[in-house]
C-alpha cells in the first residue's frame, strides 16, 4: 500500500526545496516516475499535480534563459546597432572595430547580442550588435523581449538599414522599439551604399556607409561620437581623453583625474576651441568644449 497522498506530497515538496531549472526538472520526472499510475483518486490528483509543477518549471526555465541575456557595459557609452535581418549589422561592427564574427549573406547570422569596442576621437565606445528584430518583437516574438530589454540601457541606436532593401523593413523595427516605450538618439546607418543609393528618411539623419570606403566609416565615427552628447577634453600631459557630460567644468575634469585634485582645483590653462587664446588661464567653474586640451592647477 503506498503512504497517504497527503504525506507524499510533503515528502515530494521536501525533495524540490533549492532545486530550480534543470535540476528541479530531473527530480520532478524521478517523482513521477515513483507514483502508482493511478487514473482516478487522490494518487492521480497528486500526479496530475506533479505534472503541473514539471510544466511551470519548464517553462520558467525558458523565461528566465530567454530573459537573462546582459551585456556589461564598457567604456564613456554604449551604442546598439539595430535593424532587420541581414541588414549588414555585423560587417559594420567588424569594420568599426577589432572584433572578428562570422557574417553571412542570410537571415539570422548573429544570434546573441555581440560587444565590441571602438575608440572615437580616442574615447572607448563600446557597439552592441543586436540581433536581427522582426515584427512582434515587443509581444517577445522572436525572443524579442530579451533584445529590447538590452537595447533599452543602450545610450544611442545606430539604426542600420541596407540600401537595396526597401525601407518599410526598418519602420517595422523602429514600430517595435516605439512600442516598447525605448526613445533613444538615433542615426541611420544606410549601408552598401556601394551597392545602391541611400534613402531619404523624415525623421532620421541618413548617413551612407560601406564597409569598402574607409572615409565613410570615418565620417560614422564622427557622426556616432556626436550622437553620444559627450565632451571630450584632452589632458595637457598626455593620456586618453576624459568623456564628460555637458556642462563639462574644469572641476569636473580635476575630478576624474582624482578626487582630491579637485578640492585642490584653482583653475586651469585651456587649448582649443572654448579658449580665447591658446594656453588661456580659467576659474574652476570654467566650462569646456568638445576637444579642449586641459591643464588642471592646483595649489
Known amino acids: 500500500m503506498p503512504m497517504p497522498h497527503r504525506t507524499q506530497q510533503q515528502l515530494i515538496k521536501r525533495r524540490l526545496v533549492g532545486k530550480d531549472g534543470a535540476e528541479r526538472i530531473r527530480e520532478l520526472r524521478a517523482i513521477l516516475a515513483e507514483l502508482p499510475g493511478y487514473r482516478n483518486g487522490p494518487y492521480a490528483d497528486l500526479r496530475k499535480w506533479v505534472e503541473g509543477e514539471l510544466t511551470a518549471t519548464r517553462t520558467r526555465k525558458r523565461v528566465v ?28 561592427l567588424q569594420a568599426l572595430s577589432a572584433i572578428q564574427i562570422r557574417t553571412g549573406d542570410y537571415a539570422f547570422t548573429t544570434t546573441r547580442p555581440v560587444a565590441a569596442t571602438t575608440r572615437l576621437g580616442g574615447v572607448l565606445v563600446q557597439l552592441v550588435e543586436i540581433p536581427g528584430l522582426i515584427e512582434g518583437a515587443a509581444d517577445d516574438r522572436g525572443g524579442g523581449r530579451a533584445l529590447l530589454g538590452v537595447l533599452r540601457n543602450a545610450d544611442g541606436i545606430l539604426w542600420c538599414h541596407a540600401c537595396d532593401r526597401p525601407l518599410e523593413e526598418l519602420e517595422a523595427i523602429r514600430h517595435e522599439v516605439a512600442a516598447a516605450e525605448i526613445e533613444l538618439p538615433g542615426l541611420l546607418a544606410a549601408t552598401k551604399s556601394d551597392e545602391a543609393p ?61 578626487h582630491e585634485l579637485r578640492a585642490r582645483c584653482t583653475g586651469a590653462r585651456v587649448w582649443g576651441p572654448s579658449a580665447r587664446f591658446p594656453g588661456q588661464l580659467v576659474g574652476r567653474e570654467f566650462e569646456l568644449s568638445d576637444g579642449d586640451t586641459v591643464e588642471v592647477l592646483d595649489r
Open 198 to 258: 541611400p534613402p531619404e528618411h523624415p525623421e532620421l539623419s541618413v548617413l551612407p556607409v560601406s564597409v569598402l570606403d574607409d572615409a565613410s566609416l570615418d565620417r560614422l565615427r564622427e557622426a556616432l561620437w556626436a550622437m553620444t552628447g559627450l565632451v571630450r577634453i584632452h589632458l595637457r600631459d598626455g593620456g586618453d581623453p576624459v568623456a564628460l557630460a555637458p556642462p563639462a567644468t574644469v572641476l569636473d575634469v580635476a575630478d576624474t583625474i582624482h
Open 65 to 92: 534563459h530567454r530573459d537573462s541575456i546582459a551585456v556589461r557595459r564598457e567604456g564613456a557609452a554604449q551604442i546598439a546597432l539595430v535593424g532587420a535581418p541581414n541588414a549588414g549589422k555585423s560587417s559594420l
